[in-house]
């Protein structure tokens, strides 16, 4: 398959790469069906032992893409309904039944993070089995469709951070337990794929039996369930809420954050 906003490189250690470099990998819905058709590729590939996901350019992702011109000549070609109902189904196609799959692969997955994992990114990053940073990386968590926060985070720290609305640095993510690595910038790539090339000598097997038991167990605590829920909530909140001038981009009451992350997303020179 020829892909136009990933990089997709078959091997024993799988790597898929977000290519939108000029809009900070923002989250399209081309780039996230690419994503979506290299993870099955990969995973029906018996040469591919691990799957490493990472970015070009100088973050990992910026989020949701909210309107790049090539996003917005997207939704027009595509005819996106506007509606509860079509937003609804596109959200939950786009952001839930696929992080989902993302995280119940057959095979060990890696999230590569360096710069800035915003909301959509968190999301991604999340539902891959492990991830390494770069001592750079900021994570910015959000009561987003794939709400994996409370478990990524635990309860109180969840609702502390997300209160506040705030980056979670690299370092402080690895005393919480969201990031399993942090290395300096400039090795990050060097040690995420020697650590991704010494798992993928172990038995298919194995690793197979490992990850499904793990994601059983969290799935017996409740972990599926809570994400579907949780999206319900998400998708009525993203409609209602729209009435509070505080959640309307563009409004004076726009937190600094939000207004960051606006500016983040538009592409050099715009």
């Not at 991830?131 to 990524?152: K, R």
């Not at 097997?205 to 599926?224: C, E, P, V, Y």
Request: aromatic letters at 10%.
């Amino acid at each position: 398959m020829t892909y136009q906003e990933i990089i997709y490189e078959p091997g024993p250690v799988a790597r898929v790469i977000m290519n939108r470099p000029e809009y900070r990998n923002a989250q399209s819905r081309i780039l996230l069906e690419e994503i979506d058709q290299a993870f099955a590729e990969a995973a029906a590939d018996p040469e591919v032992q691990v799957i490493v996901l990472s970015g070009n350019g100088p973050d990992f992702s910026a989020g949701h893409d909210l309107g790049s011109p090539p996003e917005l000549a997207d939704r027009e070609d595509n005819g996106w309904a506007d509606d509860f109902v079509g937003v609804f189904d596109r959200q939950r196609d786009t952001r839930i039944a696929n992080t989902m799959r993302w995280r119940n692969l057959p095979k060990p997955t890696i999230a590569m993070v360096h710069g800035k994992c915003i909301f959509g990114g968190w999301m991604v990053a999340a539902s891959m089995d492990l991830i390494f940073a770069s001592d750079d990386a900021l994570f910015l968590a959000s009561h987003t469709q794939y709400f994996s926060a409370p478990w990524d985070l635990g309860v109180r720290k969840a609702k502390e951070i997300l209160f506040q609305n705030r980056f979670i640095p690299a370092r402080e993510a690895l005393e919480l337990g969201f990031v399993n690595q942090v290395y300096p910038a400039e090795a990050l790539e060097r040690y995420t794929l020697a650590y991704a090339n010494e798992v993928a000598e172990h038995s298919p097997m194995a690793l197979r039996q490992i990850k499904h038991s793990i994601n059983n167990m969290q799935d017996a605590q409740g972990f599926t369930t809570h994400i579907n829920a949780s999206f319900m909530t998400y998708a009525t909140g993203a409609r209602f809420g729209q009435a509070d001038p505080r959640m309307v981009k563009g409004r004076r009451q726009l937190s600094p954050v939000a207004r960051a992350l606006a500016k983040l997303r538009k592409p050099r020179g715009s």
